[in-house]
């Protein structure tokens, strides 16, 4: 679209570069330029498509028939087709229709969902002539049901299904079964654009074709302007529907033609109100819409109607200057009788209306513009009668055509005028011309040359606080040493800080989160050895050796009470399940503190400390000191868990219980004799009672009350410990001073280099975006939106340097660290190496 201005040829590759210098900067990438793209792809497209949107019948088709002046859309009350129709320009003796018909597929797929809503069965296939008759006497018996197709949404369901079906037959050799073909207007022994368009506008014929691009020669089309009728948004046929709120969020999409029933139904109606939502906030557009309330002419006769159109447009539509009211059929027929009509051909009975008046039965009709018209010069009290004054015969006049002809006989091309004006249909063509012509290019160009200053401003500020810092940095060995020394108090609290948070947020995955997947891994695998070593104690258990161990405890007695077997039993399972518990701990313990270091060692933090002191600090000693720690603590807690598993649960003695059943049992069964085969016969009750009591203990452990115990002892033995590790960190000024006393004589040369290369590499960053932005603001300049021109980066910006207060973190420098603890309320603590 920018061909034809010189300034603009490279307006593409310029703007790409500020994106580009945009993304090179880590701060400043993650900035939302989805706008710009999207305001760019307009500026830059060959094509600008306006789409036209609205319900059936609410005279989308005849108001692009009126913006044209040509005779080429479809339009009928009711008509429920969902073709899409395309609308390009041409030159004179290369205007053309090219027709795309649904596929074999598609139709039948229409009839199916036309037949479900329809409650209608679809007994056989479409290709059969009695099936096609037999839904379109089922169709037409609905359409008497209820009293013509514009009745009802039944109504029109039933209509489309009738003209499909009939469409599919008439066109039956030009569908294919699975492709859309597509045809010339030659292939239709069409001679001109209206030839072929007279043919895509029969009812049946537009009912199976897809989609009709036409190329035609008219000023608006010029400048890659493309008109797009889409199908009504209240379509029988959801998928049909659905098209039009595609056109609208496709980022294709320059432009919108709303036309809303408003003036004709007194309401919005649930379709029109939802593609309203959709239309707001769509960058595609922006503020690129067009509301057309068509049908105006009924407000004429209708003080009710006006009003809450009127009360409509003032709340609905507020926020919008682009408002215009039409009648579409009234102005486009009566241009069309003014400019191409006459007295002798009864002004157009004869010729453009001829069609509309023959009828089967002989019986003249009447074309709904010539009853419109009578309306309007008879009733609607619009037109003055001091100017106008209808001629006698008018009212004696038997027919509506008669009329016409009589007040065209005596008023002529002065009512038509009028008329011409009243319909509106000037002041949107006008508004249209007006916008495409001359505010299309301008608004576009706005429009990203506003997206364009925020991404400008980010990248100017960012380039000029790097500039300045680079600047301010000392430009001698001495001085940068000097410098650096100045910051080590800020170095080293930074360090510390940056290692409590990494403990932090370690903790965090593992407490609050449960983030850390190695770790619940670890812990799911302590969960499952105590659950499998507690089935292999119980599946094992042996009444004979434990009777050894009880016996053994006393060995002056022969005979063992059947409750010491229990009791020895208890010992035995707690105890193992004990030694279950710690080594899984530890295991646990290790593996947390091992990946703990390894990822404090990949850390920014680490190495810079390691820089600064020539080690660690005892960052790595204290992570094995806090690990062996916690393994302690978590050992004594699985000694207290278990332990308390000796004693049984209050439930198992608990009245009508399973568990006190099986005790009895077993005491009985056991208690039959005084060795220890009586006992061995009861093994497997004396199994089924020790499951039923540690099972549940076992299972409070390991789901509920371990893991808290397990937290508890992480947070306890790595935050504080951090934290007076952080502040020991902050003590050891002195020690880096010594270190870095033998390092930084060399690392202040090799920083006197990085910055005069950062210099250079920044110097060329700051060259390309102005080279940028001079491109696009001659762009703009010539689009006269000088005030909307973006900032450059000039020498004097780089020479002025700001006056900087002395911050609180600046002023940290000059104190020493046990100044800065005591002021921030930390305690100097004696740490532990």
């Not at 002065?414 to 916008?435: C, K, N, P, W």
Request: net charge negative; charged share 30%; aromatic share 8%.
């Amino acid at each position: 679209m920018n061909q034809g201005i010189p300034q603009c040829q490279n307006l593409q590759e310029q703007v790409e570069s500020l994106l580009g210098l945009l993304h090179s900067e880590p701060t400043l990438r993650q900035q939302d330029v989805s706008g710009v793209r999207a305001a760019l792809n307009k500026v830059i497209s060959p094509t600008f498509e306006i789409v036209f949107a609205g319900a059936f019948s609410a005279g989308k088709s005849m108001l692009i028939n009126a913006l044209l002046g040509r005779k080429l859309l479809y339009s009928a009350e009711g008509h429920a087709t969902g073709t899409e129709c395309y609308i390009r320009y041409a030159e004179q003796d290369q205007e053309r229709v090219v027709l795309t018909f649904l596929s074999e597929v598609e139709i039948r797929e229409q009839v199916k969902t036309l037949c479900e809503l329809l409650n209608l069965p679809l007994v056989g296939n479409i290709n059969q002539p009695e099936t096609c008759q037999h839904l379109q006497q089922q169709a037409q018996k609905i359409l008497e049901q209820e009293g013509g197709e514009a009745r009802s949404e039944r109504a029109k369901q039933a209509k489309a299904l009738e003209l499909l079906l009939e469409g599919f037959e008439a066109n039956r050799d030009r569908i294919h079964t699975l492709n859309n073909a597509t045809y010339s207007m030659e292939q239709f022994d069409a001679k001109n654009i209206e030839e072929a368009a007279q043919y895509a506008r029969r009812s049946k014929n537009s009912a199976v074709i897809k989609r009709i691009e036409y190329y035609c020669n008219h000023y608006l089309l010029k400048d890659g302007n493309v008109i797009i009728d889409t199908p009504g948004i209240d379509a029988p046929v959801k998928k049909d529907a659905q098209i039009a709120y595609d056109k609208i969020e496709n980022p294709d999409t320059s432009a919108v033609v709303f036309v809303p029933a408003v003036a004709k139904n007194g309401a919005m109606t649930t379709p029109e109100t939802e593609l309203l939502e959709k239309m707001k906030g769509k960058p595609a557009i922006l503020n690129r819409v067009f509301y057309v309330f068509n049908y105006i002419d009924e407000t004429w006769y209708n003080d009710e109607l006006r009003l809450k159109l009127e009360t409509i447009i003032r709340t609905d539509f507020r926020d919008t200057t682009r408002i215009y009211k039409t009648s579409g059929l009234l102005g486009f027929y009566s241009n069309l009788v003014q400019q191409q009509t006459y007295q002798s051909d009864r002004w157009g009975l004869d010729s453009i209306f001829a069609e509309n008046i023959q009828s089967e039965n002989e019986v003249k009709n009447t074309p709904q513009f010539v009853n419109e018209f009578n309306r309007y010069c008879l009733v609607s009290g619009r037109l003055p009668s001091s100017q106008f004054r209808i001629p006698p015969e008018v009212l004696i006049a038997d027919h509506p055509n008669e009329k016409y002809t009589a007040i065209l006989n005596t008023l002529g091309n002065s009512v038509l005028e009028h008329l011409i004006q009243d319909s509106g249909v000037e002041e949107f063509r006008d508004a249209m011309t007006g916008y495409l012509m001359d505010k299309k290019r301008h608004e576009l160009f706005e429009v990203l040359a506003k997206d364009l200053q925020s991404v400008c401003i980010s990248l100017r500020e960012s380039y000029l606080k790097a500039w300045r810092e680079l600047e301010s940095q000392p430009r001698e060995v001495d001085a940068l040493k000097e410098l650096k020394l100045k910051h080590l108090n800020i170095e080293l609290k930074q360090i510390g800080d940056d290692f409590c948070k990494h403990i932090e947020k370690e903790l965090n995955l593992v407490v609050a989160s449960a983030e850390n997947l190695a770790f619940e891994k670890d812990f799911k695998k302590l969960q499952h050895r105590m659950i499998s070593r507690l089935d292999v104690l119980i599946t094992s258990f042996s009444v004979g050796e434990t009777h050894k161990r009880a016996q053994a405890s006393h060995e002056r007695n022969a005979v063992v009470p059947m409750m010491g077997i229990l009791a020895e039993a208890f010992y035995y399972l707690a105890n193992e399940l004990e030694v279950v518990l710690e080594d899984g701990s530890k295991e646990l313990m290790d593996n947390f503190f091992y990946q703990l270091s390894e990822r404090v060692r990949k850390a920014d933090f680490y190495s810079k400390l390691y820089r600064l002191l020539g080690n660690d600090n005892g960052v790595e000693q204290n992570l094995e000191r806090w690990c062996e720690r916690a393994k302690e603590a978590l050992v004594n807690e699985s000694k207290t868990e278990c332990d308390r598993y000796i004693r049984e649960r209050p439930e198992f003695y608990s009245e009508g219980t399973v568990s006190v059943f099986q005790l009895r049992q077993v005491l009985q069964e056991a208690c039959r004799g005084y060795d220890y085969e009586s006992m061995v016969q009861a093994e497997p009750a004396i199994r089924q009672l020790l499951k039923i009591d540690f099972e549940p203990k076992l299972k409070e452990t390991i789901l509920r009350t371990y893991r808290p115990t397990v937290n508890k002892t992480l947070i306890h033995h790595l935050l504080e410990p951090s934290r007076k590790l952080a502040n020991h960190i902050l003590q050891q000024h002195d020690k880096a001073c010594e270190h870095l006393a033998k390092t930084l004589d060399k690392e202040a040369s090799e920083q006197l280099m990085i910055n005069e290369k950062q210099k250079v590499e920044l110097k060329q960053k700051i060259e390309a975006y102005n080279q940028s932005v001079k491109g696009v603001n001659q762009c703009l300049e010539t689009m006269r939106l000088d005030r909307k021109t973006l900032p450059e980066i000039s020498e004097m910006d780089l020479l002025t340097l700001p006056v900087f207060e002395v911050s609180s973190t600046e002023s940290l420098q000059e104190k020493p660290a046990e100044i800065y603890q005591s002021e921030n309320g930390l305690v100097s603590t004696e740490f532990e190496r």
